[in-house]
């Protein structure tokens, strides 16, 4: 009789094809468990959401941070993310600033986003929508909006866009029921250290050698924290930027911007605020409108005009419109009035006008108390690891039964390698014995009937393995699997570390079972 293992091409078969659909069952669970990754773009690298919120489309988070970050001098960009109807077809609509439109990656710029939604171009050639075409959005709170398609866009960085459709972050918050102050995730550029301090609360401690004054402690999105009179204090704030502004009456005697990542103290001393400074010999051309939120002007306040450098470029009382001189370009406006104070970046075109909208504490209070009164908690950043605490929870009945199918395609799997061990055995049953009548040593038979199996069981593991992960993509493409819209394919799984811990137990369970099996075997005389 031949003296060599037989069967080793339907064994390696077996196993490739059993390990064919191993990887296909461990795909679809990592596009469970990073199905987040189908909304959230990941622009920088960390994603900060409400800590308490199961679904992204749930989160609540102060945009006042994304502010905080970007004065610190970091990329923070904040975002809403709502499923909605949009021409009775369901998709994602996205709301982004549009000064931030670059980081996306589309072919549209931020005067476009501002006239009207943008559609991915696959989108458009589902709704058979081109530019100038009218949209009917509504959300999943049931909010209605006509928007006019002001471009069709394409995105290779983020091919979510592709199947999207995006709008200006204002109009986001609206048809989202959102008060502007809060977004349901930002985007942040920033080490990890900076973010763990995000949540804490610190002092900080004012000392003053300025007598009979007040004093307006406001966040970096211009909101009021403190105002009273100005004497040595300690306030505890959370992690921000913050605008001290001490005055007296109309008049601002001192003014810094504060910094709070840890207990800080600082010291006020009089100095002049110029009343009025002008780089330029240039003539007024452009006006400043200040309006209360019911669009009465506001008849007397304090502006502040710089350049994006920090450096002063005009500043003046005011009251209801003012003329201002300053040649074209992108400034931060600073406007004081009382215990309010607004800060906002425009670009100025001679000869138009700049509006700034006042909003008091009190109607900031008033919007959080209706719409999130519990959105003061923790954020958190989402990594890899907190895949399933972002699942959408709408979901989750769907999900149980799609793990459910998992489980039994993966006792279906084990079933068909326990049969691959026990086929490996039983066709060289014969030879094993045939060894054993002449009186071969276990080294021996372990040599000429083991070690090819043993061989070919991690080799054809790996192979299956390599073969599964790319044909995952066009076989879900092909079936048409998607969420809102989006194509499941367009999740990618971030490290092949599953994929070699699966080839690492898949491999040792093959050799145990067949080592174990192989010993029934060889007990036979």
Same mark, same amino acid.
């Given at each position: 009789?031949?003296?060599?293992?037989?069967?080793?091409?339907?064994?390696?078969?077996?196993?490739?094809?059993?390990?064919?659909?191993?990887?296909?069952?461990?795909?679809?669970?990592?596009?469970?468990?990073?199905?987040?990754?189908?909304?959230?773009?990941?622009?920088?690298?960390?994603?900060?959401?409400?800590?308490?919120?199961?679904?992204? *489309?749930?989160?609540?988070?102060?945009?006042?941070?994304?502010? !905080?970050?970007?004065?610190?001098? *970091?990329?923070?960009?904040?975002?809403?993310?709502?499923?909605?109807?949009?021409?009775?077809?369901?998709?994602?609509?996205?709301?982004?600033?549009?000064?931030?439109?670059?980081?996306?990656?589309?072919?549209?710029?931020?005067?476009?986003?501002?006239?009207?939604?943008?559609?991915?171009?696959?989108?458009?050639?589902?709704?058979?929508?081109?530019?100038?075409?009218?949209?009917?959005?509504?959300? *999943?709170?049931?909010?209605?909006?006509?928007?006019?398609?002001?471009?069709?866009?394409? !995105?290779?960085?983020?091919?979510?866009?592709?199947?999207?459709?995006?709008?200006?972050?204002?109009?986001?918050?609206?048809?989202?029921?959102?008060?502007?102050?809060?977004?349901?995730?930002?985007?942040?550029?920033?080490?990890?250290?900076?973010?763990?301090?995000?949540?804490?609360?610190?002092?900080?401690?004012?000392? /003053?050698?300025?007598?009979?004054?007040?004093?307006?402690?406001?966040? $970096?999105?211009?909101?009021?924290?403190?105002?009273?009179?100005?004497?040595?204090? /300690?306030?505890?704030?959370?992690?921000?930027?913050?605008?001290?502004?001490?005055?007296?009456?109309?008049?601002?005697?001192?003014?810094? /911007?504060?910094?709070?990542?840890?207990?800080?103290?600082?010291?006020?001393?009089?100095?002049?605020?110029?009343?009025?400074?002008?780089?330029?010999?240039?003539?007024?051309?452009?006006?400043?409108?200040?309006?209360?939120?019911?669009?009465?002007?506001?008849?007397?306040?304090?502006?502040?005009?710089?350049?994006?450098?920090? $450096?002063?470029?005009? $500043?003046?009382?005011?009251?209801?419109?003012?003329?201002?001189?300053?040649?074209?370009?992108?400034?931060?406006?600073?406007?004081?009035?009382?215990?309010?104070?607004?800060?906002?970046?425009?670009?100025?075109?001679?000869?138009?006008?700049?509006?700034?909208?006042?909003?008091?504490?009190?109607?900031?209070?008033?919007?959080?108390?209706?719409?999130?009164?519990?959105?003061?908690?923790?954020?958190?950043?989402?990594?890899?690891?907190?895949?399933?605490?972002?699942?959408?929870?709408?979901?989750?009945?769907?999900?149980?039964? *799609?793990?459910?199918?998992?489980?039994?395609?993966?006792?279906?799997?084990?079933?068909?390698?326990?049969?691959?061990?026990?086929?490996?055995?039983?066709?060289?049953?014969?030879?094993?014995?045939?060894?054993?009548?002449?009186?071969?040593?276990?080294?021996?038979?372990?040599?000429?009937?083991?070690?090819?199996?043993?061989?070919?069981?991690?080799?054809?593991?790996?192979?299956?393995?390599?073969?599964?992960?790319?044909?995952?993509?066009?076989?879900?493409?092909?079936?048409?699997?998607?969420?809102?819209?989006?194509?499941?394919?367009?999740?990618?799984?971030?490290?092949?570390?599953?994929?070699?811990?699966?080839?690492?137990?898949?491999?040792?369970?093959?050799?145990?079972?067949?080592?174990?099996?192989?010993?029934?075997?060889?007990?036979?005389?």
């Amino acid at each position: 009789m031949p003296i060599y293992p037989r069967g080793l091409a339907v064994i390696a078969l077996s196993v490739y094809l059993a390990s064919i659909a191993l990887g296909l069952v461990i795909s679809t669970m990592l596009a469970v468990y990073y199905l987040p990754q189908l909304f959230l773009l990941n622009i920088g690298n960390v994603t900060i959401k409400k800590g308490e919120s199961m679904s992204i *489309f749930t989160s609540w988070v102060p945009i006042n941070l994304a502010y !905080s970050l970007r004065d610190m001098g *970091f990329m923070a960009i904040p975002e809403v993310i709502m499923p909605s109807v949009v021409n009775r077809t369901p998709v994602i609509v996205r709301g982004i600033v549009p000064s931030y439109i670059n980081y996306y990656g589309v072919n549209a710029t931020a005067q476009e986003l501002n006239e009207g939604a943008l559609v991915g171009y696959e989108l458009a050639r589902e709704l058979h929508v081109r530019v100038g075409d009218e949209l009917v959005i509504t959300s *999943f709170k049931g909010i209605t909006n006509n928007l006019t398609v002001a471009g069709i866009i394409k !995105s290779i960085k983020y091919p979510q866009l592709n199947y999207e459709v995006v709008i200006n972050l204002t109009t986001a918050q609206h048809l989202d029921s959102l008060p502007s102050s809060v977004v349901n995730v930002i985007y942040v550029n920033a080490s990890y250290g900076l973010i763990s301090r995000v949540n804490g609360m610190y002092g900080l401690r004012i000392i /003053t050698h300025i007598l009979n004054g007040s004093l307006a402690v406001l966040n $970096s999105m211009n909101h009021t924290v403190f105002n009273g009179p100005l004497t040595n204090m /300690t306030l505890t704030l959370p992690f921000g930027v913050y605008y001290v502004v001490a005055y007296n009456r109309s008049l601002i005697i001192w003014f810094s /911007t504060v910094i709070l990542e840890s207990n800080k103290t600082i010291e006020l001393m009089k100095m002049p605020v110029p009343r009025m400074v002008s780089s330029y010999p240039v003539s007024p051309s452009e006006w400043v409108i200040v309006r209360w939120p019911n669009g009465s002007l506001v008849s007397s306040y304090y502006l502040l005009i710089y350049y994006m450098n920090g $450096s002063l470029a005009y $500043s003046t009382v005011g009251g209801g419109v003012t003329p201002i001189s300053v040649p074209g370009g992108m400034y931060r406006i600073d406007v004081v009035m009382g215990n309010t104070y607004y800060s906002v970046s425009e670009y100025v075109v001679p000869g138009s006008n700049v509006t700034v909208v006042l909003t008091p504490y009190s109607i900031l209070v008033g919007e959080l108390m209706t719409h999130a009164y519990n959105y003061f908690t923790s954020v958190l950043p989402l990594s890899s690891a907190s895949g399933p605490a972002a699942l959408i929870s709408a979901l989750r009945v769907g999900i149980g039964t *799609f793990i459910g199918v998992i489980m039994g395609l993966l006792v279906i799997v084990s079933i068909g390698l326990i049969g691959i061990v026990n086929y490996s055995v039983e066709v060289n049953r014969e030879l094993i014995m045939y060894l054993r009548l002449n009186h071969a040593g276990k080294l021996s038979i372990m040599l000429m009937v083991d070690a090819p199996l043993v061989m070919m069981y991690p080799a054809f593991t790996a192979l299956g393995l390599l073969t599964a992960n790319y044909l995952w993509r066009p076989m879900v493409g092909a079936m048409g699997l998607s969420l809102m819209g989006q194509p499941i394919y367009l999740i990618v799984v971030s490290n092949y570390y599953p994929y070699i811990a699966a080839f690492i137990i898949v491999s040792a369970l093959l050799i145990i079972m067949h080592l174990i099996t192989r010993l029934r075997v060889v007990g036979v005389e």
